[in-house]
């Protein structure tokens, strides 16, 4: 599977910086991927068009990923670098697993998204610049001294630069919307100018619109007149020569049903049909925070699914209000990310000690403290495994993709009611926002959930235990000959009482151990990803980072190099089998989005010569940086 | 072995509410009189001991679950309310009694007291109040007296003191009381009370800690006292007190006097009568304060409106009723699908 769009897109060129049409060519050239940019303000409405493009390419049928990129502020003040919102979208007509290390088409609607974005643009690179917005306040605020689009430093890309306001305003001018609003159309122009480009059909757009905008129909006439205009200019305005017209043919993809998912949304979805394929309630308690808080919107909707969400005053009320549910019979959930996860810690440990099931959805994003909320990272796997007061172990999963979001949300919920244990499930904001297209399951698949109550009161005590998964028994309030009591003090090993006995506190400290230890033999085994068993080196990722690692592998072994591929979703307890498979292999490289955490963790647990390949920028890694640190390991240079 | 529930037709008694932990609080903690006063309200609430729920959250009052035979979680500090709720959405149906104490309620926990009695969560709260920390050993807590010398304020404490029962009405709280642990009579009314009303109903009981905080409401509960400083309010009756019933209440606005009645002119029908749906004459009395006014007990305001536990079942019924018990399947395909042969 080649990435040698590169070759077909981007061209080195001499007659860059086309101001001058020259004659169109209506044949099209084929592409087997492409990797496009949208940037501009916040209030551009660039991650609408990003999305939109995503829909239609769907529909054409292509493999996808996205990745958007937003600014810290809700609305930045209009121009200024920080501002800059960007939505970058891979498309392809073979299977992809990463959003593109470098865009070919840049769509740049101010001075300062060009500032911020052209450094990632490869040399012969295709920018479509909103020359309108390049105004001598708006270069100011990009800290632009000169126009970048006169003084000859876009050398060496190709330059389209339209009048985009202007021309998206001409184009609705016939409606009754302000001048504001006018001027707002300028994105979905833009979108209608690439669907020329890229040969997609306008129709999935336009039906979308009309949906959105079905109260106000003049903004429906004036956003799909932008959009015609926009493609009409492609079809009528004689393109400058080296711009070409594109098409990217249809993906090979398993049959089936198929929709856009993004990470945030599965998870939901997951624990939603959690509560149906156990058949008990789910009560999510959560509290709002960057990048997590749109679980809790997907699942506020969800009510008659069986879900109760609760928005709780703070993170803390948010994971004890899931507890008490517990407590009381439902399955409680709660979300969050890193800085909540700190804030829930002491709970989490008391669900631990009282042991019942809760799922805690933690959306991580870069840090320490507030850190960089809207920016990605997978640090918080330390705080999973051991961020809690005394040995406190407890179960850790992480999602590889959007997708796999929805499985592990089930799968948080069967191994927490059945092992009556915390489970905290590692996502973050890369796969929240980002979006796939996912085969969607049928219900009927999936796994079903057995959730059983305790309702025996002969030779009853709380802390009663299945001999096999040392889980303890779920006596739920409201049964009548059960009444106990629990809490965070010690409990007797036998009888449930309170206990300050020296060797029952060891004896008991064992059992959460062992218990969470046993959960290994009721999870897949280790498989080997890509590659052999056994080998000169052996890339080790976990959670988000599986696309761009297993991409790199793929691109390293069809150049004949000896690395194989092992991605973990089960970060503890790890897979009975992973340590006797690491050690067939020579070196060990961990890809993380961290200072390397999950190689101190294989350092210490299986005494592996585990190397960290660090990424901590608030970025997934790109597939070039992967397939670098390969080439290195296996010339023997030191990485990182 | 477990205790079967007995027969319904039995009644219960206070041994069917008292489990077979030993109790453990100090020698004359006035922890027991309040113990004693609840096991003994419950047979007579007719409640179940199944559906009785005792939730607490860390201190010496947080012990309290462990002596009742009732479901009990003994939760972390100051965090209870927060439990309480995730029970309550979950099945409305349990009895949820909150113990908590000053500490527990008003400082580590004060943001989760606030929010558990302004969302109007249907449960019942009793907060102990005896103005010390007693489990880790005598510190001042947040109503503690300014100048009490304790072993973390040697000088005396400079920490203004919060009033529990302001903060209860401050917080919109919707059922306000208080009661004395060693009057076990009028605390067993409040508790019943407390219990009909539907939604959160707040409990201050005064308490005494005998080992770090003796006598600090000695002031009010001396048997010598206790009728001037104690006014046992009750809805449309005059706020009057005093040994013989004849000193009573003035209240215009926020301003109080104390009179007595067939002196200077006055005459029963001059003294405020007591609405308990009034929340600025609750304001009023709740910040009465010996020794110039008496302390005010019983029920002083209650005002019911929807719990909330009940309005997020309506609110999961509603969804039911408008779109159906939810498909996955349906879910899953909703919104842009396409498919690939």
New interface residues.
């Given amino acids: 599977m080649g990435f040698n769009h590169a070759l077909c897109l981007r061209r080195p060129r001499n007659e860059n910086h086309m101001d001058t049409p020259v004659s169109q060519d209506v044949t099209r050239k084929t592409l087997e991927s492409v990797v496009i940019r949208f940037a501009g303000d916040s209030g551009d409405g660039m991650q609408l068009a990003g999305t939109q493009f995503t ?1 239609t390419s ?2 054409a ?1 292509n493999d996808l990923a996205t990745f958007p990129d937003f600014p810290a502020e809700i609305r930045a003040p209009a121009g200024t670098l920080f501002g800059v919102s960007g939505f970058q979208l891979h498309f392809a007509s073979h299977e992809i697993l990463t959003p593109g290390d470098e865009p070919d088409v840049l769509v740049a609607m101010n001075p300062a998204a060009l500032k911020v974005n052209l450094p990632d643009v490869p040399t012969g690179g295709f920018i479509i610049v909103n020359s309108d917005a390049f105004s001598k306040s708006n270069l100011k605020k990009a800290g632009y001294e000169a126009n970048p689009l006169e003084d000859g430093s876009l050398d060496g890309y190709r330059v389209l630069k339209i009048e985009i306001t202007r021309l998206a305003t001409a184009a609705v001018e016939h409606t009754e919307i302000g001048a504001k609003s006018a001027q707002r159309t300028k994105n979905v122009w833009t979108l209608g100018l690439l669907y020329w480009l890229f040969d997609r059909d306008r129709t ?1 757009t336009k039906e ?1 619109l009309q949906k959105k905008f079905a109260k106000k129909p003049a903004l429906v006439d004036a956003n799909i007149s932008a959009l015609d205009a926009g493609h009409a200019y492609g079809e009528t305005a004689e393109l400058p020569t080296g711009v070409e017209l594109y098409k990217v043919p249809k993906a090979k ?8 998912i993004e990470g945030n949304t599965a998870l939901a ?1 997951g624990i ?2 959690a509560a ?1 394929l156990s058949k008990t ?1 789910v ?1 999510f ?1 959560s509290y709002p925070i960057t990048p997590a808080s749109s679980v809790l919107h997907a699942l506020a ?6 879900v ?1 969400t ?1 928005q ?3 993170e ?3 994971v ?11 399955v ?1 959930v709660t979300s969050t990310s890193g800085p909540g996860m700190a804030l829930k810690g ?2 989490i440990g ?1 669900a631990i000690m009282i042991e019942l099931p809760l799922v805690i959805l933690d959306v991580q994003r870069a840090g320490p403290s507030t850190g960089m909320p809207t920016k990605t990272e997978q640090a918080d796997l330390f705080q999973a495994l051991y961020g809690r007061n005394s040995d406190a172990p407890l179960c850790v999963l992480a999602p590889q993709s959007p997708g796999d979001c929805f499985l592990m949300a089930i799968e948080a919920v069967r191994i927490a009611t059945k092992y009556m244990t915390p489970v905290i499930v590692l996502s973050d904001g890369y796969i929240a926002n980002g979006a796939e297209p996912w ?5 009927d698949e ?1 796994p079903k959930i057995d959730v059983k109550y305790h309702a025996d ?1 002969e ?3 709380p802390y009663l235990r299945d001999p096999k998964t040392l889980a303890r028994v779920w006596p739920i ?13 010690e409990k007797d090993f036998d009888s449930g ?2 206990s300050y006995d020296p060797d029952n506190h060891h004896k008991m400290t064992q059992v959460r151990a062992g218990k969470i230890l046993g959960i290994a033999d009721d999870i897949p085994e280790q498989k080997v990803e890509l590659g052999a068993e056994g080998g000169k080196l052996c890339m080790v990722s976990w959670g988000s980072t599986y696309g761009s690692v297993n991409e790199a592998v793929r691109r390293a072994r069809s150049q004949g190099k000896d690395v194989s591929h092992v991605h973990l979703r089960y970060m503890w307890p790890m897979p009975r089998n992973l340590e006797a498979l690491l050690k067939t292999y020579d070196q060990i490289i961990v890809p993380e989005l961290n200072n390397g955490q999950l190689a101190h963790v294989l350092r210490a647990e299986y005494l592996l010569p585990a190397q960290s390949l660090a990424k901590v920028a608030g970025k997934p890694f790109r597939v070039g940086e992967v397939l670098s640190a390969i080439d290195d390991a296996l010339e023997g240079k030191e990485s990182n | 072995m477990a205790p079967l529930d007995p027969p319904a037709a039995k009644k219960l008694t206070k041994k069917d509410f008292t489990s077979d932990q030993e109790v453990r609080w100090c020698p004359g903690c006035g922890d027991y009189a309040i113990l004693a006063a609840i096991q003994r309200t419950l047979p007579e609430l007719g409640v179940s001991r199944e559906k009785s729920l005792f939730i607490s959250g860390i201190g010496c009052s947080s012990r309290f679950p462990y002596y009742m035979d009732t479901y009990g979680f003994h939760t972390i500090h100051g965090r209870a309310p927060s439990f309480a709720t995730g029970v309550k959405l979950v099945n409305p149906e349990l009895d949820v009694w909150l113990i908590t104490g000053d500490g527990d309620g008003l400082s580590i926990g004060g943001n989760h007291l606030l929010h558990v009695l302004r969302r109007n969560v249907n449960i019942q709260v009793m907060m102990f109040n005896n103005r010390i920390y007693g489990l880790t050993k005598g510190q001042y807590s947040p109503t503690s007296l300014v100048g009490l010398k304790s072993p973390s304020s040697p000088m005396g404490s400079i920490d203004a003191p919060v009033n529990p029962m302001a903060f209860a009405l401050g917080a919109n709280a919707r059922f306000v009381s208080r009661g004395i642990d060693t009057m076990i009579k009028p605390l067993s009314a409040l508790f019943k009370e407390a219990h009909a009303h539907k939604g959160a109903s707040f409990i201050e009981i005064l308490q005494n800690c005998p080992v770090f905080n003796d006598g600090t409401w000695t002031h009010v509960t001396a048997r010598d006292v206790s009728s001037d400083m104690q006014l046992w309010v009750e809805h449309g009756k005059p706020l009057l007190f005093g040994k013989d019933k004849k000193k009573g209440l003035i209240i215009s606005g926020a301003d109080a006097k104390v009179v007595t009645v067939g002196e200077d002119g006055f005459t029963e029908d001059d003294i405020t009568v007591h609405d308990e749906t009034s929340l600025g004459l609750a304001f009023t009395l709740a910040h009465l304060l010996p020794p110039v006014f008496p302390m005010v007990f019983g029920v002083v305001y209650r005002n019911p409106a929807p719990a909330y536990d009940e309005a997020v079942a309506a609110q999961v019924d509603l969804a039911v009723e408008q779109q159906g018990e939810g498909d996955i399947d349906a879910l899953l395909r909703s919104g842009h699908t396409w498919t690939v042969e």
């Fill in positions: 829909q769907a529909v049928g999935p979308w993809l398993p049959p089936g049903t198929y929709r856009n979805w939603a049909a149906k309630k009560m308690g909707p969800l009510k008659h699914f069986g109760t609760f709780a005053e703070d803390i009320a948010a004890c209000s899931a507890i008490g549910a517990s407590w009381a019979g439902a409680g002491e709970a008391l085969a969607v399951p049928s219900f999936l009161t030779d009853f005590h309030p409201g049964t009548p000959g059960l009444e106990h009591r629990v809490g965070g003090l009482h309170i």
